[in-house]
């Protein structure tokens, strides 16, 4: 009788000892995912949906959890949006680990040039994949709601068209590299300011018109393997666990395929964030693992939510270079970064000013360098957008090597507060905090009459570099040496350089060295030229002197108003650096009224404009054909160099509605393109295509896009105040298209 029970006991047992032993057979393919996700544990699943610790790749902020019995392997997850971040030093070894420092997202995006940002993200993309990583944690494609905010400098634009297509080129490139990206912060993520709390209250129209539609164009353009969540909370919940974000949104109206990680938070609410359709938690927690198996046990999850992240995890996986074996090198190609580098800085410093054809310099031999930022220039800001590059060119190395000289007494004085400054921020780096620093913005110093005096009598030109730092974790202020306004000491500095410069017959040149926007009403009056280097990575000196020189033809335009005023953006009025009650809640009064959107329907001036931007050369625009085109039309213009020199013009193609169902921006954004070096004379003609579905307006109340049944205005422009060609499209019905009806305000504006 016990024979026949324990042999009867063996049969029952036998299935549920092969089901293991088959799972130990089975490893992760791409043709056998669905297979993998029913062999796999509970503990197995929640373990994949959990970031954790790794050491294959110093400095790099996080990784997946492998489960070897199945043939999952850990995923390598680094910084950043300027270049790869990694440390560049390790135990145990002499060799250095540096990386290209690459242009801010600001200046690539000021290139207006698709493919240049294509190709110099494809170059980002082999530099990450070589040296190990995965998954490179960008690009940052926030909208530049107000100019304080800390990490504008990472970000694209203030327009949602120009900052969604230069992602989306951003993410194409880096991608064709064979590794994956990681589009964020989404979404509304808008400052630095108690970024993990803060709820932005953001109405829905705006939401859909403006801090959505940045990411919606990106991500249908390119596929970003993986979408990074936001800290904040959204009109309620955090971003990181609104399901109507992260799956009605993302998933049911966009069709997004890849996965969704959160951003480097501690534990939140793990069950609400995997329900809400978040697929990876980072930076991870092993209590989260068991967080997630308690829910499904009991019922606070369902299986079938973890199912699903599951298998999303497990198709992103399988794309990358570690689950292919791909021995890296740990080499990059310093030169092709430099020299890609370089060519991105070129097309996107901007050229704001130029009386009388100061620039580009000529018989120059000497200047006399001002601002501590032409002895240490910034290639790029602080935190997670830094990088450890071999070499940041300054301005002052840049002109010499272009054959202009710095006056010896003032370069003297400079670099000996350098050296001081130089070792204050070594002992900074030191500290637990280091990584987050990347190079510093330096006290700048003050000079008396006399020594200008001198300066203006042994130099040919004076060049003026003013200089702002910004980055993760905090928000810049009106005032103060990082903040938008001058400081007494740099303004008093500028005018006496100008007024013993301009006594001696010579020019004044002022190199603004930010990331981020800064007031130029107060002083640009004072001076003969501008450039806008911003942070343009490790070849920042080479390329400003590219450009002062002639070397290169600027070609760079501003994809951000610079106001006249910080509080002409009604969003400074709830902004909390200068509204400190917003630091928990900001509301966004403003709604759609957000840069030159603001401006230019309200009619009111500003210091640059939207979209502006000067060259050594000038261009005619001519024929603008539209054309209805399906649902939508295309357009054309043709733009000849009329100008003695070559050079590349960003063509700005804005439409304006009729008067419809709800009110609109006087003019809106809706497509650009870059012309090629045209010769003097020659000429190339550009095509655009527009959908109506891209001419549609938020009806909060349908939850429906709209575009109203009427004559539309297209303008072809080399700024949003400087339209050099019209013609018009007509819309003869209606169209409309429904999305689900999502992302309410819990609480009054």
Same mark, same amino acid.
């Given at each position: 009788?016990?024979?026949?029970?324990?042999?009867?006991?063996?049969?029952?047992?036998?299935p549920?000892?092969?089901?293991p032993?088959?799972a130990?057979?089975?490893?992760l393919n791409a043709n056998?995912?669905?297979a993998?996700?029913?062999?796999?544990?509970l503990?197995?699943k929640?373990?994949l949906?959990v970031?954790?610790?790794?050491d294959r790749?110093?400095?790099?902020?996080?990784?997946t959890?492998a489960?070897?019995?199945?043939?999952i392997p850990?995923?390598?997850?680094?910084?950043?949006?300027?270049?790869l971040?990694?440390d560049?030093?390790?135990?145990?070894t002499?060799?250095?680990?540096?990386?290209?420092?690459?242009?801010?997202?600001s200046?690539l995006?000021a290139?207006?040039?698709?493919?240049?940002?294509?190709?110099?993200?494809a170059?980002m993309?082999?530099?990450?994949?070589?040296m190990?990583?995965d998954v490179?944690?960008?690009?940052?494609?926030?909208?530049?709601?107000n100019?304080l905010c800390?990490r504008?400098?990472e970000?694209?634009?203030?327009d949602?068209?120009?900052?969604g297509n230069?992602?989306?080129?951003?993410i194409?490139?880096?991608?064709?590299?064979g590794?994956?990206?990681?589009?964020?912060?989404?979404?509304?993520?808008?400052?630095?300011t108690n970024r993990?709390?803060?709820?932005a209250i953001?109405?829905?129209?705006?939401?859909?018109?403006l801090y959505?539609?940045?990411?919606?164009?990106?991500?249908?353009?390119?596929s970003?393997w993986?979408?990074?969540s936001s800290?904040?909370?959204l009109?309620?919940p955090?971003?990181q666990?609104?399901?109507e974000?992260l799956?009605?949104?993302?998933r049911?109206?966009w069709?997004?395929k890849?996965?969704?990680?959160t951003?480097?938070?501690?534990?939140?609410?793990?069950?609400?964030q995997?329900?809400?359709?978040?697929?990876?938690?980072e930076?991870g927690e092993d209590?989260?693992?068991k967080?997630i198996?308690?829910?499904?046990?009991?019922?606070k999850?369902n299986?079938?939510?973890?199912?699903i992240d599951?298998?999303r995890?497990?198709?992103?996986?399988?794309?990358?270079?570690?689950?292919?074996n791909?021995?890296?090198?740990g080499k990059?190609n310093f030169?092709?970064?430099?020299q890609?580098?370089?060519?991105?800085a070129?097309e996107?410093m901007?050229?704001?000013?130029?009386?009388?054809?100061?620039?580009?310099?000529?018989?120059?031999?000497t200047?006399?360098?001002?601002?501590?930022g032409?002895?240490?220039?910034?290639g790029?800001?602080w935190?997670s957008g830094?990088?450890?590059?071999?070499?940041?060119v300054?301005?002052v190395?840049g002109?010499?090597?272009?054959g202009?000289?710095?006056t010896p007494?003032l370069k003297n004085?400079y670099?000996?507060?350098?050296?001081?400054a130089?070792?204050r921020? =070594?002992a900074?780096?030191e %500290?637990?905090w +280091?990584?987050?620093l990347?190079r510093?913005q330096y006290? $700048?110093i003050? !000079?008396n *009459?006399?020594?200008?005096?001198?300066q203006?009598?042994?130099?040919d030109?004076?060049v003026?570099?003013?200089?702002?730092?910004?980055g =993760?974790?905090?928000?810049r %202020?009106?005032? +103060?040496?990082?903040?938008f306004?001058l400081?007494a000491? $740099?303004?008093q !500095?500028? *005018?006496?350089?100008?007024?013993?410069?301009?006594k001696?017959?010579?020019?004044?040149?002022?190199v603004i060295?930010?990331?981020?926007?800064?007031?130029?009403s107060?002083?640009?009056?004072?001076?003969d030229?501008?450039?806008?280097?911003?942070?343009?990575?490790?070849e920042?000196?080479?390329c400003?002197a590219?450009?002062?020189?002639?070397k290169v033809?600027?070609?760079g335009k501003?994809?951000?108003t610079?106001?006249n005023?910080l509080?002409?953006?009604?969003?400074?009025k709830?902004?909390?650096?200068?509204?400190p009650?917003?630091?928990?809640?900001c509301r966004?009064?403003?709604g759609?009224n957000?840069?030159?959107?603001y401006?230019?329907t309200?009619?009111?001036a500003?210091?640059?404009?939207?979209?502006?931007?000067?060259?050594?050369?000038t261009?005619?625009y001519?024929?603008l054909?539209?054309?209805?085109?399906?649902?939508?039309?295309?357009a054309?213009?043709?733009v000849?160099n009329?100008g003695?020199v070559?050079g590349?013009?960003?063509?700005q193609?804005?439409?304006?509605?009729?008067k419809?169902?709800?009110e609109?921006?006087?003019?809106?954004?809706k497509?650009?393109?870059?012309t090629?070096?045209?010769?003097?004379?020659?000429k190339q003609?550009?095509?655009f295509?527009?959908s109506?579905?891209?001419l549609a307006s938020?009806?909060?109340?349908?939850?429906e896009?709209?575009a109203?049944?009427?004559?539309?205005t297209?303008?072809a422009g080399a700024?949003?105040?400087?339209?050099?060609?019209?013609a018009?499209?007509?819309?003869k019905?209606?169209?409309?298209?429904?999305?689900t009806d999502?992302?309410h305000?819990k609480?009054?504006?």
């Amino acid at each position: 009788m016990k024979t026949k029970n324990l042999f009867k006991g063996m049969l029952l047992t036998l299935p549920l000892i092969a089901a293991p032993l088959h799972a130990q057979n089975l490893k992760l393919n791409a043709n056998n995912i669905d297979a993998i996700v029913k062999a796999m544990t509970l503990d197995e699943k929640a373990t994949l949906l959990v970031g954790g610790p790794q050491d294959r790749v110093p400095g790099a902020a996080g990784a997946t959890r492998a489960i070897p019995r199945l043939g999952i392997p850990q995923v390598i997850l680094s910084d950043g949006p300027a270049g790869l971040r990694i440390d560049w030093t390790r135990k145990g070894t002499s060799a250095t680990f540096h990386t290209t420092a690459f242009p801010i997202g600001s200046c690539l995006a000021a290139s207006w040039n698709t493919t240049l940002v294509h190709d110099a993200c494809a170059v980002m993309g082999e530099e990450t994949r070589e040296m190990g990583v995965d998954v490179l944690l960008a690009p940052g494609a926030n909208i530049h709601r107000n100019p304080l905010c800390g990490r504008n400098f990472e970000y694209f634009s203030e327009d949602p068209v120009l900052a969604g297509n230069i992602a989306a080129a951003y993410i194409q490139g880096v991608q064709s590299a064979g590794v994956g990206t990681s589009l964020k912060h989404f979404a509304a993520n808008s400052q630095e300011t108690n970024r993990l709390e803060v709820d932005a209250i953001v109405p829905t129209r705006a939401m859909r018109e403006l801090y959505l539609k940045n990411f919606e164009i990106a991500i249908k353009k390119s596929s970003p393997w993986t979408v990074m969540s936001s800290y904040n909370r959204l009109n309620g919940p955090y971003a990181q666990a609104s399901r109507e974000l992260l799956t009605d949104v993302l998933r049911t109206d966009w069709g997004y395929k890849g996965i969704v990680m959160t951003d480097w938070i501690g534990r939140r609410n793990t069950t609400e964030q995997i329900y809400a359709g978040s697929d990876l938690l980072e930076p991870g927690e092993d209590i989260q693992i068991k967080d997630i198996v308690e829910g499904v046990k009991n019922g606070k999850l369902n299986m079938k939510d973890v199912d699903i992240d599951v298998k999303r995890m497990l198709e992103f996986i399988v794309k990358t270079p570690s689950f292919h074996n791909y021995k890296y090198s740990g080499k990059i190609n310093f030169e092709k970064g430099a020299q890609v580098a370089r060519e991105g800085a070129d097309e996107g410093m901007v050229l704001l000013k130029n009386d009388g054809g100061v620039l580009p310099l000529r018989n120059v031999k000497t200047a006399a360098f001002f601002g501590m930022g032409s002895y240490r220039t910034l290639g790029t800001g602080w935190g997670s957008g830094t990088v450890n590059p071999d070499h940041c060119v300054n301005i002052v190395d840049g002109f010499k090597a272009a054959g202009i000289a710095c006056t010896p007494a003032l370069k003297n004085i400079y670099e000996k507060m350098v050296e001081f400054a130089d070792v204050r921020q =070594e002992a900074e780096h030191e %500290s637990d905090w +280091g990584w987050g620093l990347g190079r510093a913005q330096y006290p $700048e110093i003050t !000079l008396n *009459e006399r020594a200008v005096t001198d300066q203006a009598k042994a130099a040919d030109v004076a060049v003026f570099t003013i200089t702002r730092q910004a980055g =993760e974790g905090w928000d810049r %202020s009106a005032g +103060g040496d990082k903040g938008f306004n001058l400081t007494a000491d $740099e303004q008093q !500095l500028l *005018e006496r350089v100008s007024d013993k410069f301009h006594k001696e017959g010579k020019k004044v040149i002022v190199v603004i060295n930010s990331g981020s926007v800064i007031n130029t009403s107060s002083w640009k009056g004072l001076v003969d030229g501008i450039l806008l280097a911003w942070q343009p990575g490790e070849e920042a000196g080479h390329c400003v002197a590219d450009i002062v020189t002639g070397k290169v033809n600027p070609s760079g335009k501003l994809p951000m108003t610079w106001p006249n005023d910080l509080m002409d953006h009604p969003s400074s009025k709830q902004f909390p650096t200068t509204a400190p009650d917003n630091d928990k809640v900001c509301r966004y009064k403003e709604g759609i009224n957000v840069g030159y959107r603001y401006f230019e329907t309200a009619g009111k001036a500003v210091s640059y404009p939207f979209g502006y931007g000067l060259s050594y050369t000038t261009f005619s625009y001519r024929d603008l054909k539209v054309k209805a085109s399906g649902k939508g039309f295309t357009a054309q213009v043709t733009v000849i160099n009329t100008g003695r020199v070559a050079g590349k013009e960003a063509v700005q193609l804005y439409v304006t509605a009729p008067k419809g169902s709800i009110e609109k921006p006087a003019i809106e954004l809706k497509a650009f393109g870059k012309t090629r070096l045209l010769q003097p004379g020659e000429k190339q003609t550009l095509t655009f295509t527009v959908s109506d579905y891209d001419l549609a307006s938020f009806h909060e109340a349908g939850s429906e896009w709209v575009a109203d049944a009427g004559t539309y205005t297209v303008k072809a422009g080399a700024a949003v105040d400087d339209i050099r060609a019209h013609a018009t499209y007509k819309l003869k019905k209606a169209f409309t298209q429904k999305v689900t009806d999502v992302l309410h305000p819990k609480q009054a504006l």
